[in-house]
């Protein structure tokens, strides 16, 4: 998928690639039993249902005119018997096929969720989460109707339409060929309606993904909105797209709407031609008005199905637009992922080696990091500074991996990262990444996300740790307050310190901890740092910082700038040597001077 902006369509496909529609049938497999018993339902209702044109026949040729009155009262008790099983089948096929439905909407929705999560930090930053987010929920939510009740209410209308043309043939076989004459007529006209309708809801997507991506920055930027009176200028713009889309939309439901009138105008023109050639008895037609009324039943149950059937090929055509986007989602490979032959990382010690390691984005693109290498010793803690931009946090995120290096090795206690599994590796490591996120759910909850088995006590613990303990408590329901979505009700510190604690519960080998104090003031940094100075011990540790104050007691610190590192050292070795560090530290305090 192409990068862009809720301004920006997707790529439009204009050839309907029926392989996604054959994917589809994966996802049949599991209920196939189920669906087994639906379709010998509606194969059974099918077949009570003909009864009607035999009962027609019977009632006109042999009861009325033959007087035969005892046949009306078997005929009756027949149909009686008819109503009931096709009642009951009825309810049978509407229960299951809903039910069946809606299980295969789960699995889809299961499934692209599940992928979704699998997917590299560039993924989500290549395109707006609104866009992501539609696919999940709206596209799977239109493939409801179709999957649940079209998929098997077609085979039910194949078979009626099969079964009905049988008995055309056996009444009689010249006003059956009469009745197929504009058949294919309708074959070509189906064809070119579907290309254009392809093309037509393949473009409604992409207005609709525009105006969901627009529609949640909007929510996630509502403040910013707020701060400079900005509303009408937001009204403005979801006004526009929301035009858009219903221009789209009314576009695409033209298309649609001339299926069902072009099989209405062939069925009535054909049924017209039945009843001029049976009474002007032309063409070799020479049929009795019992005959002409059972065919004609017979041609209404040939025809009502197939306009069934244009219904459900229309909901096909739009269901292949929303469906190439879901599968394009899903066919999307993984970057990161465990390799073939991948081992579970062992418990580590903490050493960690860049060699020689060099990256960058995109295949033809840019080095963001110039031979880097460096090594670390179990429990150092090492401090990474320069100038935004330099590559501080890219560095850590590849000891994530969440990224993989372009040339080079990352190692940890001499194993490539590469060759063990990512769960083996992450789950030994803490990271508090620059943008803090907060879940909407209790205090609790969310210091416990660092580990699902902690008990109340290991979460105070944690959170004393690191300082949180006392203005948790001073919240309204103490670790039980419930945190509204994305931490709006908490002060930036507090939404730190939180985070903060969340990664010391996981109690990792390794530390990362990118501009993890940039929010807290002061006096709640210099607590924070005499709290986690004995957690730190033992544990290797990578912190970013611009705040030179924080990192002046680690082991080694390297001033990183354009993606190399220029010079490392201990604070005092650096500020001797009166490097870009130096100059980055002297500057920082001589503002910290002027702020006294």
Known sequence: MARNTYKEDEEVIETLDWKDLKRVGAYLKPYM??????????????????????????LIDEVIAKKSWSMLWVLAGVFAAVIVIYELCLRYRTIHIMEIGQLMLTDIRRDIFHHIQTLPFSYFDSRPHGKILVRVVSYVNTLSNTLSDGLVNVI??????????????????????????????????????????????????????????????????????????????????????????????????????????????????????????????????????????????????????????????????????????????????????????????PQISGKVDYNDVSFRYEEDGPDILHHVDF??????????????????????????????????????????????????????????????????????????????????????????????????RELPNGYDTEIEEGGSTLSAGQRQLIAFARVMLADPRILILDEATSDIDTRTEEALQAGIKELLKDRTSFVIAHRLSTIVGSDQIYYVDHGELVEHGTHAELLERGGEYAKLYQAQYAMLKVDE
């Not at 339902?41 to 035999?54: E, G, I, K, S, W």
């Not at 009444?171 to 579907?194: A, G, N």
């Not at 292949?320 to 899903?330: C, D, G, H, K």
């Not at 609790?444 to 006392?470: H, K, S």
Request: with cysteine.
């Open 33 to 58: 039993p189920k669906i087994l018993r639906v379709v010998a339902v509606v194969f059974t209702m099918t077949l009570v249902a003909q009864f009607n044109p035999v009962a027609s026949r019977l």
């Open 156 to 345: 039910a209308d194949i078979f009626i339409v099969v079964m009905a043309l049988v008995g055309m043939f056996l009444t009689d076989v010249r006003l059956t060929l009469w009745s197929l004459l504009l058949f294919p007529v309708l074959l070509v006209m189906v064809r070119v309606i579907q290309h254009f309708q392809h093309i037509a809801y393949q473009r409604l997507s992409a207005k609709q993904s525009n105006l969901n991506a627009f529609i949640h920055e909007a929510i996630a930027g509502v403040k910013t909105t707020q701060s400079f009176a900005r509303e009408n200028t937001q009204f403005a713009e979801f006004q526009g797209q929301q035009a858009t889309v219903r221009h789209f939309w009314m576009r695409a439901q033209y298309l649609e709407f001339l299926m069902w009138p072009s099989v209405q105008v062939i069925a009535t023109t054909t049924t017209a031609m039945v009843y001029y050639l049976a009474i002007m008895k032309l063409g070799g037609v020479h049929v009795s008005a019992g005959v002409l009324i059972a065919f004609l039943a017979y041609l209404s149950n040939f025809w009502n199905p197939i306009i069934e059937i244009g219904n459900f090929y229309n909901q096909l055509i739009t269901c292949s637009a929303y469906l190439e986007r879901i599968f394009e989602t899903m066919d999307i490979e993984p970057e990161i992922k465990d390799l073939p032959g991948a081992q579970p990382m």
């Open 375 to 472: 090594h670390v010793e179990p429990g150092k803690s090492i401090a990474l500074v320069g100038p935004t931009g330099a590559g501080k946090s890219t560095i850590v995120s590849l000891l994530s991996r969440f990224y993989d290096v372009t040339d080079g090795s990352i190692t940890i206690d001499g194993y490539d990262l590469r060759s063990v599994t990512l769960s083996s590796l992450r789950s030994q490591m803490g990271v508090m990444l620059q943008d803090t996120f907060i879940f909407k759910a209790s205090v609790r909850e969310n210091i416990r996300y660092g580990r699902l088995d902690a008990t109340d006590e290991e979460i105070e613990a944690a959170a004393q740790a690191v300082n949180a303990d006392r203005f948790i």
